[in-house]
């Protein structure tokens, strides 16, 4: 199993461009998550789902949209990029929610200037 | 007060050394608590779940204390591997059913040889 795989690794957008990260497993989780962290910040959830069609906000949404229609696949929508956005992105998924680990992808390095 | 909160360190340790890490909480209704690996620049990785009971994996132990609110990690016999930065993740029950995992900024752990 691969896991989570994130692309790009790396990116630099320029302000006002808009762009999608990509994640994908293949663990069959019904869970996905996207977060950032930025320097000296604990993670923080941009977007949740709990399934295929079904989506939620975390507690950063301002500025991305999501979608999740397969399994498999959540990407992440920047629109109209800022510098407030300049992170690392990582994705990831768990099989349930509440005593379930969740596992990572690699994360996506986004720079916007 | 930060939901979950984490001494940044570093902690300089000597290989062989044992060293402990606590983190504390604010919301009594947490349920689930993981302390996480992360290595510089990269995902974070599952360490253990810690229980009510307490929980030994080889050189690491995992204890929680419902009453005071709070975490451990205890890190026997370091080595220079062991060198990275512990997140100790908690996660509570919101209204929906699923579960708000909250991380901690963590503590960055510097094993010298």
């Known amino acids: 199993n691969a896991g989570v795989t994130q692309t790009p690794k790396f990116r630099i957008l320029k302000i006002g461009q808009s762009m999608t990260l990509q994640c994908t497993q293949d663990?069959?989780?019904?869970?996905m998550y996207w977060y950032r962290q930025d320097p000296g910040m604990g993670l923080k959830l941009i977007y949740y789902?709990?399934?295929?069609?079904?989506?939620d906000k975390g507690e950063v949404p301002n500025g991305y949209n999501v979608s999740r229609s397969t399994t498999e696949d959540f990407p992440l929508r920047l629109e109209l990029a800022a510098p407030s956005q300049t992170s690392v992105y990582f994705c990831?998924?768990?099989?349930?929610?509440?005593?379930?680990?969740?596992?990572f992808g690699p994360g996506t390095r986004l720079t916007v200037t | 007060r930060k939901e979950v909160e984490q001494d940044p360190g570093p902690f300089n340790v000597p290989e062989g050394a044992t060293v402990a890490f606590n983190c504390t909480y604010s919301n009594s209704a947490s349920q689930s608590f993981f302390w996480y690996r992360q290595d510089c620049r990269k995902e974070p990785k599952l360490l253990m779940s810690?229980?009510?009971s307490g929980n030994e994996d080889g050189r690491f132990t995992g204890q929680l204390n419902r009453a005071s609110q709070y975490i451990s990690l205890l890190i026997r016999d370091s080595k220079l591997s062991d060198s990275a930065t512990y997140l100790c993740?908690?996660?509570?029950?919101?209204?929906?059913?699923?579960?708000?995992?909250?991380f901690g900024t963590g503590t960055r752990l510097k094993v010298l040889a």
């Open positions: 663990m069959n989780h019904n869970y």
């Open positions: 810690v229980y009510s």
């Open positions: 789902s709990v399934g295929a069609g079904i989506t």
């Open positions: 990831a998924s768990s099989y349930g929610t509440g005593p379930y680990e969740q596992y």
């Open positions: 993740v908690v996660n509570y029950p919101r209204t929906s059913g699923t579960y708000k995992y909250i």
